[in-house]
């Protein structure tokens, strides 16, 4: 596709549920991120892939959050029973590397609301 | 409806010199605005924002930015430059009730010794 593709665009979902989160970065690209935006914050960064692995885990809030990228593709982001506070708009965002110089494409976010 | 304009996709400095990153923005409502950072193989880094309290924000690293409601701009500056400023550097405009946040293209930031 033309940019990052995420789905879906709205989650509503009930507290304890689980709910997945996918993300189609532009093709080619190697390097791929997820973000967390809650109300009236900024960006937090979740995990970042390049190709299939995960070389910095370091955003991810808790156990009940997980990521995995196949065939240097999709992304899905899990989140396992939910909680009110993981309500916010989940980006994902991708570059053709990791390295300086590369724009870095944006999506236009999944918000999930826990109720 | 919201949008973010970097004017400069490359910015090139010396070192000790001042830094001047622009970002233009259009929003219907009072927006929120952020500078984020990114260097090479990290996640992005929020360096300061704006949430309609003073308008000059001063950020980590030395930067500082001054929200300009007349100008609709949102300049990102630092008066040294050093070289661990080179990196990427993303104007983001967010306000909620428009849906969603608004990125830039990014403007890379290079310091020459």
């Known amino acids: 596709g033309a940019g990052v593709s995420q789905s879906p665009s709205n989650k509503v979902t009930e507290k304890g549920k689980d709910v997945e989160l996918r993300c189609d970065p532009i093709?080619?690209?190697?390097?791929l991120y997820w973000y967390r935006q809650r109300l009236g914050q900024g960006l937090e960064f979740l995990i970042y892939?390049?190709?299939?692995?995960?070389?910095?885990k370091s955003g991810l809030p808790s156990d009940r959050f997980s990521a995995e990228r196949t065939g240097e593709s999709v992304s899905t982001l899990t989140i396992q029973r939910t909680q009110q506070e993981d309500s916010a708009v989940y980006l994902c965002?991708?570059?053709?590397?990791?390295?300086?110089?590369?724009?870095?494409?944006f999506g236009e976010g999944s918000w999930l609301t826990v109720v | 409806a919201q949008s973010v304009t970097q004017l400069d996709s490359h910015v090139s400095v010396s070192e000790g010199t001042p830094v001047l990153l622009r970002c233009n923005y259009s929003?219907?409502?009072?927006?929120?605005l952020f500078w984020y950072v990114q260097h090479p193989n990290k996640g992005l880094q929020l360096l300061l924002k704006?949430?309609?309290?003073?308008?000059l924000v001063k950020g980590i690293n030395g930067f500082e930015a001054e929200f300009k409601k007349s100008e609709t701009s949102f300049h990102l500056t630092k008066p040294s430059a050093h070289m661990s400023d080179a990196a990427e550097y993303f104007c983001?405009?967010?306000?909620?009730?428009?849906?969603?946040?608004?990125f830039g293209d990014g403007t890379t930031l290079t310091v020459k010794p």
């Open positions: 983001v405009v967010s306000s909620f009730n428009a849906g969603k946040s608004t």
């Open positions: 704006y949430t309609s309290a003073a308008t």
């Open positions: 093709s080619g690209h190697t390097a």
């Open positions: 892939f390049q190709g299939n692995s995960a070389p910095d």
């Open positions: 965002a991708s570059s053709e590397s990791k390295d300086r110089g590369n724009t870095i494409y």
């Open positions: 929003s219907s409502y009072s927006p929120s």
